[in-house]
T-cell receptor
Framework: NAGVTQTPKFRILKIGQSMTLQCTQD?????MYWYRQDPGMGLKLIYY???????DKGEVPNGYNVSRSTTEDFPLRLELAAPSQTSVYFC?????????????FGNGTRLTVT | GQQVMQIPQYQHVQEGEDFTTYCNSS?????IQWYKQRPGGHPVFLIQ?????EVKKQKRLTFQFGEAKKNSSLHITATQTTDVGTYFC???????????FGQGTTLQVKP
């Protein structure tokens, strides 16, 4: 059972480039999330999804886009990368929304924008 | 907006000493979760507390949820080097249903 799988693990982007962070889960969870983690700042919610075809903004959505065409996949798109987007990105999924059940996190993507 | 504050931000202890991290919310929580993140790793769920005044134990770890459901603590007895990492609380707002993470407490254990 793979859980939540994120790719790539590491990426370096130049300012203005674009990329997609991939996330897939095999637990049949309806709820999926993208967080970014900056040193000493905890986890900030970027976008979340309550099921296929439904997405919504979190605390820090600017500069990002998401889609949810299937239950399994929840890719995060960065358009026109900026140095402020240098961070560690975690995808997560859960069986119920909010904190009703544990969040299962992927291994993370470490992104540097220079 | 709702905030979940966690203190201290960092803690260095000698192996065998106890450790406590505190989590405080500006609003009432319907539940609180705790996660552990090893250096270079991802957050891993430890436990969830739901009831006012609830206390749960996992071996050397003791978790408490305050009577007013606005604060929580994690206490580790006799720390070991395997306890190194960052501990996060995450509370669900009773008002909004949204899950908010604290900033985390990073624990270093000197052998």
């Amino acid at each position: 059972n793979a859980g939540v799988t994120q790719t790539p693990k590491f990426r370096i982007l130049k300012i203005g480039q674009s990329m997609t962070l991939q996330c897939t889960q095999d637990m049949n969870h309806n709820y999926m999330y993208w967080y970014r983690q900056d040193p000493g700042m905890g986890l900030k919610l970027i976008y979340y999804s309550v099921g296929a075809g439904i997405t919504d903004k979190g605390e820090v959505p600017n500069g990002y886009n998401v889609s949810r065409s299937t239950t399994e996949d929840f890719p995060l798109r960065l358009e026109l990368a900026a140095p402020s987007q240098t961070s560690v990105y975690f995808c997560a999924s859960s069986f119920t929304p909010g904190g009703g059940s544990p969040l299962h996190f992927g291994n993370g993507t470490r992104l540097t924008v220079t | 907006g709702q905030q979940v504050m966690q203190i201290p931000q960092y803690q260095h202890v000698q192996e065998g000493e106890d450790f406590t991290t505190y989590c405080n919310s500006s609003t009432t929580l319907s539940n609180i979760q705790w996660y552990k993140q090893r250096p270079g790793g991802h957050p891993v769920f430890l436990i969830q507390l739901v009831k006012s005044g609830e206390v749960k134990k996992q071996k050397r770890l003791t978790f408490q949820f305050g009577e007013a459901k606005k604060n929580s603590s994690l206490h580790i007895t006799a720390t070991q080097t395997t306890d190194v990492g960052t501990y996060f609380c995450a509370g669900t707002s009773s008002n909004t249903g949204k899950l908010i993470f604290g900033q985390g407490t990073t624990l270093q254990v000197k052998p």
